[in-house]
């Protein structure tokens, strides 16, 4: 493993120094462009416009030229084998990763749990079992773009990891669980949304609970049955820890977890050694899912 | 129109719609510690079948008939809430009892229908308990609104009066006398 980790560490540098190069010589190749053309006439727009386009332009000719996109690409992938794939290999049973894939677009918008915005992004899908009890987690970023031509808007609505469980207990509607700290759910609780499939705000009996959460059931018995006490108390807990940032929806017999961390946890920097690495985010995630399974101890099959 | 003949008619449109809509909002309260009720009803009534099929079983390693022990138990429709606790307390009894006489015979206790049984049991056991707090949850929230002013108005009106809550019985957690 240190010899791995020693073989990524040099194609680190070998990719830094690669890109402080590429930067370097495109930048002395538009300089003096914008110096002549821009400056000397005081056409900074045009100066700007040169910086972008020529700038870009540069940087991506030398970038293919001296394959500085292969080996960033190559430092990724090794870096996510090692410091993503390994301690979920070692944590987890059945454990099957591709960075390159998510979790599908269709899968997230049929739970009905999230507004789908017009822009969606996946990757770093791994999947896996703990105690028997099988999951898979992906990054997803969810946006919404709009434009009129002159200027453009994009709010980001989901930017986090997303799991999915196994779950224990079967139920036959669908149940709603959202942190005060998080937005852009889609409810289903309108009044144009059918009697079927529509949500209804409900209260639990624990006051410290219905202020951290909103719970939307279609059916309030189901609810009470799935937010056990003890359920509940876990919750309250994963709420201090994440700040409220998430959301549980109980979907077809799957519980579905989003945690909006505003960030992608499993990329690495380019500037960061590998020697000393920042793993807090991954142990982060492998903890969450035990925390997730332990506490609410999906591993019970009893009910199944 | 002068304001001073909009005004009261804004402020009795407003009253009229602040009662319509808590009237309503005590009534929906009313409905589901019904639609509570009747979950604790369908929960204990699968209690008593599953306990009965468990007795069933234990029957070669009990010296009773089922009948003695099921017999204080008696679930009818428009029960009580405290006819449901005495019902639930029976139940609980008899669960302990058929535990009990699994704990003293593990053949009967390793046999597949027994725990197929013992599943059944939790499984209803747990949706008895959230039909209980179901109840209790709506109860609490009808009885806020009786004694809150001026909800308290619009419920004396409706003739509303508190409800009883369903509480587990204690006696739950004690042993049963091992006689069998």
């Known amino acids: ?304 | 129109m002068p304001v001073f003949i909009l005004l009261p008619i804004a402020l009795i449109f407003i009253i009229f719609i602040w009662y319509v809509s808590t009237m309503n909002s005590l009534r929906r309260a009313e409905v589901k510690i019904d639609e509570a009720l009747s979950s604790i009803d369908v929960a204990l009534t699968k209690r008593y079948d599953v306990l009965t099929k468990m007795l069933d079983i234990c029957k070669n390693y009990i010296k009773y008939e089922k009948e003695t022990i099921l017999e204080t138990i008696k679930l009818r429709s428009g029960m009580s809430i405290e006819d449901r606790k005495a019902a639930n307390t029976d139940l609980d009894q008899a669960s302990n009892f058929i535990n009990a006489v699994a704990e003293n015979y593990p053949e009967l206790k390793s046999s597949e229908n027994f725990r197929q049984l013992q599943v059944s049991v939790m499984e209803v056991e747990e949706h008895l308990q959230a039909a209980r707090r179901m109840y209790n949850s709506n109860v609490a929230y009808l009885n806020q609104k009786l004694v809150s002013f001026p909800t308290s108005i619009i419920a004396k009106n409706l003739g509303l009066t508190s409800r009883l809550f369903f509480e587990a019985d204690v006696s739950k957690k004690q042993d049963v006398d091992m006689d069998f």
């Open chain 1, 1 to 304: 493993m240190n010899e791995q980790i020693k073989r990524l560490e040099e194609l680190r540098e070998r990719t830094v120094k690669l890109l402080v190069i590429i930067l370097t010589a495109s930048s002395l190749i538009t300089l003096p462009f914008i110096y002549l053309v821009a400056v000397r006439t005081y056409m900074m727009q045009l100066g700007f416009f040169i910086l972008v386009f020529m700038g870009g332009g540069t940087f991506a000719i030398l970038g293919f030229a001296t394959g500085y996109f292969k080996k960033a690409k190559e430092f990724k992938a090794s870096y996510k084998k090692i410091f993503v794939e390994a301690p979920f290999q070692e944590a987890f049973d059945k454990v099957y990763c591709d960075f390159n894939e998510g979790i599908s677009k269709d899968i997230i918008s049929g739970t009905n749990l999230m507004s789908m915005g017009n822009r969606y992004y996946t990757n770093d899908y791994i999947k896996g079992s703990y105690k028997n009890v099988e999951f898979e987690r992906a990054d997803i970023k969810i946006q919404h773009h709009t434009s009129n031509g002159k200027r453009s808007r994009t709010v980001t609505y989901f930017n986090g990891r997303w799991l999915i469980l196994e779950f224990n207990k079967n139920f036959h509607f669908d149940l709603q669980i959202i942190g005060k700290g998080f937005s852009y759910t889609q409810k289903n609780n309108s009044f144009f949304t059918s009697e079927k499939h529509r949500r209804h705000k409900i209260k639990m009996e624990d006051i410290r609970f219905n202020e951290n959460f909103d719970v939307y059931a279609q059916n309030e018995h189901e609810a009470f049955y799935i937010l056990t006490p003890q359920f509940m108390d876990t919750l309250k807990n994963m709420y201090n820890y994440m700040d409220g940032n998430f959301m549980l929806g109980f979907v077809d017999d799957k519980l579905h977890v989003a945690i909006h961390t505003r960030k992608d946890a499993m990329e690495p920097s380019l500037f960061s050694s590998v020697m000393e690495p920042n793993l807090e985010e991954v142990q982060r995630e492998i903890n969450t899912i035990i925390h997730i399974i332990d506490r609410l101890n999906l591993d019970r099959e009893l009910y199944k």
